[in-house]
Every structure is written in structure tokens, then in C-alpha cells.
């Protein structure tokens, strides 16, 4: 690694709800920089939410990020003439990124409604353990249980 290690920035939190965390993903969905798109899609989609559960969307967010976020992951490592996979412990930041971009891709992958049914439509899924993302989730547990007996070439 060259040089210094760049800042880590504050993003302020979004207006509506007053939380960093629906901010971060405000620009994750984000575009082109068209911030106001993003947020009328989270917004339109936190209000659907609010409309069929009768409960707080940010409550219903943060159960389907959890339960959407990887605890390990693999990396490959190059180790003498071979790569291994090797399964490594995910940072609390790197989660939720994770989380919240399996969210939105299988919200995109899905076709017929607009982005902000789509979306309301994966984060409810994901927090009754249900989904795409969670399936993905799943399925990046199994490959690190799968390549457990590489674990001590992480380092």
C-alpha cells in the first residue's frame, strides 16, 4: 500500500429521518449524482413499508440489513504457486455496505414495478429472513465454511 490512507469523511444525515444509516444508503442508490432520485426512491420506499406493516421503516431497515449482512467472507490469497480461498471475518462498515448492496441489486434484478416498490418490496423479505439477499448472504456463509481448512493462511 502506497501512501497515506484517505480520511474517512462524515456524511451528514438525511433530512427526513435524521439517520446516517438511510443517508449511506441514499448514496449507495445514487446515480450520476442525482441525490434527489435516490432519495425519493427510499423515501417512497420506507413510506410503502410504513403503509403495509403499520411499524417504523427504519425498524424494518435495520432488521433486514442484519440479517442481510455476511459475519465471514472469502478472499482469494496467493499462497506459494496456488490461490486459496480464504474465509475472513467481515468489518462492521464493509457489513452493512454489503448488506445494503445486495439489497439493491436484487431489487434491481426484479422487473415489472418501479424502484421504490421493488426496494420496499426486498427490505421486507430481508427482515423476515427471506430473499435474494439473503440467499446471497447464505451462500457466501457456505463458501467460507466450505474453505475452513484454508483459515490459517489468513493474516
Not at 464493509?94 to 448492496?101: D, E, Q, T
Request: charged fraction near 35%.
Amino acid at each position: 500500500m502506497r501512501g497515506k490512507q484517505a480520511p474517512k469523511r462524515d456524511i451528514p444525515a438525511d433530512l427526513k429521518y435524521n439517520d446516517e444509516s438511510i443517508s449511506k444508503l441514499i448514496n449507495y442508490i445514487m446515480k450520476g449524482g442525482k441525490k434527489t432520485v435516490a432519495e425519493n426512491i427510499v423515501y417512497g420506499a420506507f413510506e410503502i413499508i410504513k403503509n403495509k406493516t403499520k411499524q417504523d421503516p427504519r425498524h424494518i431497515f435495520n432488521k433486514a440489513i442484519k440479517k442481510a449482512s455476511p459475519l465471514v467472507e472469502v478472499r482469494g490469497k496467493r499462497v506459494g504457486g496456488a490461490n486459496y480461498q480464504v474465509p475472513f471475518q467481515v468489518r462492521g462498515d464493509r457489513r452493512y455496505y454489503l448488506g445494503c448492496k445486495w439489497i439493491i441489486e436484487a431489487a434491481k434484478a426484479k422487473k415489472g414495478k418501479d424502484m421504490a416498490e421493488r426496494l420496499a418490496i426486498e427490505i421486507l423479505d430481508a427482515s423476515q429472513g427471506e430473499g435474494n439477499a439473503v440467499k446471497k448472504r447464505e451462500n457466501v456463509h457456505k463458501m467460507a465454511e466450505s474453505n475452513k481448512a484454508f483459515a490459517h493462511f489468513a493474516r
